[in-house]
């Protein structure tokens, strides 16, 4: 059973405008969100987290909002660039049941168009 | 720079075979994942060690097994491949305050089983 999901597997945006990437959970143990970027043939890298104590974490062009009432966090990106063209993963995790464990969504790939 | 190095970026192996992907990391992490991903089902963890000769089984751990005999390496075994392990492989390390933030990945390794 997914307890992430992120239900958009792909969006397109042209750049220099907003990218809202979106992402779902179902365990109210969840405390700690991330999202991660993946190139193809690379690896994910840590982009921006937010604590459940937070509704909004800021770093740059990128921002994540949490609303915790809704199980739904967002990932904004301002303005978008054709780099940011990448597959984005949010992942959660429960601190108090480990953090090893993260529960990954499916991915959206974003193609920022020039 | 933080380095996690997986030695086989692409491999194809026949039905029935024994496949080892083996992961080293530079970092002195004390944990190690190994993840697979999916089109549609995103990142799933197959097995974790938080130290060396430790293991627990993440959400996916049948058909595979893992070693960790030194703290940099982390092998993944699949002892006999079938066409449905066919899929994008993911190591992983984290120090042992993880909070995600500090997760890094290798490039992946391509399996191809036929």
């Known amino acids: 059973d997914q307890q992430v999901k992120q239900n958009s597997p792909s969006l397109s945006v042209q750049e220099g405008r907003i990218s809202i990437l979106n992402c779902d959970y179902t365990?109210?143990?969840?405390?700690?969100f991330l999202w991660y970027k993946k190139y193809p043939a690379e690896g994910p890298t840590f982009l921006i987290s937010?604590?459940?104590?937070?509704d909004k974490n800021e770093d740059g062009r990128f921002t994540v909002f949490l609303n915790k009432s809704a199980k739904h966090l967002s990932l904004h990106i301002v303005p978008s660039q054709p780099g940011d063209s990448a597959v984005y993963f949010c992942?959660?995790?429960?601190?108090?049941?480990?953090?090893?464990?993260?529960?990954f969504g499916t991915g959206t790939r974003l193609t920022v168009i020039p | 720079d933080v380095k996690v190095t997986q030695s086989s970026r692409y491999l194809v192996k026949r039905t029935g075979e024994k496949v080892f992907l083996e992961c080293v990391q530079d970092?002195?992490?004390?944990?190690m994942f190994w993840y697979r991903q999916d089109p549609g089902l995103g990142l799933r963890l197959i097995y974790f060690?938080?130290?060396?000769?430790?293991?627990e089984k993440g959400d996916i751990p049948e058909g595979y097994s893992v070693s960790r005999e030194k703290k940099e390496r982390f092998s993944l075994i699949l002892e006999s491949a079938s066409t449905n392990q066919t899929s994008m492989y993911l190591c992983?390390?984290?120090?042992?305050?993880?909070?995600?933030?500090?997760?890094?990945f290798g490039e992946g390794s391509w399996l191809t089983v036929v």
């Open positions: 937010i604590s459940s104590i937070k």
């Open positions: 060690s938080y130290d060396v000769k430790m293991k």
């Open positions: 992983a390390s984290s120090p042992q305050g993880f909070s995600g933030n500090t997760i890094y």
């Open positions: 365990n109210s143990m969840f405390d700690y």
């Open positions: 992942a959660a995790s429960a601190r108090e049941t480990g953090a090893n464990n993260l529960f």
């Open positions: 970092m002195d992490h004390e944990n």
